[in-house]
């Protein structure tokens, strides 16, 4: 079967640096997403990667590794508006998105 | 206004009651979406319609009957819902459909929170 994997919740402190992980395992890969969404509202996007490395957008940065299967979303100078929940998703070989249950951070002052 | 607009933003019914979600964006895509999200759990993508033509049924039960009139709009017609129905519907665009080669980024609206009773 096809699998995202996250954390369920994470805190961390104002002004600190917070890195999330995603794992998957799907047939085959397409692209990656973060999604961010406060509670009450849309998500909304944030970054894209299909090819290896880092990607860098303002505070915000996603890191991708295909042979591992693996991305981060790395959260630099922690706001107490980052406080959302941040959702994984896979576009796999069929290019159907897979969706990971997404990683509520909880920002403390 | 702009963006995905979703209405009602709250719903509460009854097991028997027949209600309707509405779905309205304006950001002239072609692709619209209906998602379930229930809490600690991935969105289930539920309906997909590319050009108002049905694309996609996730093996949703008939009790969600969906309408895509024109490409702006979108409706989830809701009949003998179950209580484990309650969740959040999330409605979305983007500029083609899933198979899309390239970001094809979502566009959500801010969702309908059923609750039935």
Redesign the interface.
């Known amino acids: 079967g096809q699998n995202?994997d996250q954390p369920?919740e994470m805190t961390a402190t104002e002004g600190a640096i917070v890195q999330i992980n995603c794992t998957y395992q799907t047939s085959g890969f397409?692209?990656l997403?973060w999604?961010q969404q406060h509670a009450?509202?849309?998500?909304?996007?944030l970054s894209?990667n299909v090819l290896d490395g880092l990607e860098e957008k303002g505070r915000f940065s996603s890191f991708l590794s295909r042979s591992k299967g693996y991305s981060y979303l790395l959260l630099k100078e922690l706001q107490m508006k980052d406080s959302a929940s941040y959702?994984c998703?896979v576009?796999d070989s069929?290019?159907?998105?897979?969706?990971?249950?997404?990683t509520k951070l909880i920002i403390k002052p | 206004e702009t963006g995905v607009t979703q209405t009602p933003r709250h719903l509460v019914m009854g097991m028997t009651n027949k209600k309707s979600l509405k779905c309205e964006q304006h950001l002239g895509h072609n692709a619209m979406y209906w998602y379930k999200q229930s809490a600690k759990k991935p969105l289930e993508l539920m309906f997909v319609y590319n050009f108002k033509e049905q694309t996609e049924n996730n093996s949703v039960p008939s009790r969600f009957s969906p309408e895509c009139p024109n490409s702006s709009h979108l409706f989830l017609h809701l009949h003998t819902l179950q209580p484990e129905d309650s969740a959040l519907y999330l409605c979305a665009s983007s500029q083609g459909t899933e198979d899309y080669s390239g970001a094809n980024v979502l566009t959500f609206g801010a969702g309908s929170r059923l609750t039935v009773l």
């Open positions: 995202i369920t397409n692209g997403f999604y009450g509202e849309a998500p909304t996007f894209y959702l998703a576009k069929n290019y159907q998105l897979i969706w990971g249950a997404g």
